[in-house]
């Protein structure tokens, strides 16, 4: 399946999620195992590139936690900048955009999931377990 994106999701994807790689791994913290989330972004990060090929469920998962993680992250920055600054104000207004766009490109994501889930079900007889979220392939 391919997960159509324009040019501005994928610019709000990539510059919310460089920050959110950026801030993670810059500064002087314990050693801890990064939140899924953190992980999933920065593997999506490479392929922001155009469209996104997804071959399996298991992948689509990953995209989805990697969008969630970042939408929480931009949320919080917009509800920020709308308290600190102004609703009209200028970056409360791109934060809105950042935010709505990769929101957006999410809903596609879950529609997505509910189709494939679906399709699995139908062509396996069983729901979409772990095996088969990983297993089953949707671009041969």
Known sequence: MILYC?????????AGGHRLVGE????DHPVIAPPQGLVDLEQLLPRLVGDIEI???HDLRSIRRALSYLIADLGIRMDEAIVSQHPAAED???AYFDYAHVRATLARIDQMG????AIIELATGAPADEAAARGFSFLE
């Open 114 to 117: 509910a189709e494939m889930e």
């Open 92 to 94: 409360a207004v791109l």
């Open 55 to 57: 071959a399996t469920l």
């Open 24 to 27: 993670a791994t810059g500064g």
């Open 6 to 14: 324009n040019f501005e999701e994928l610019a709000a994807i990539s």
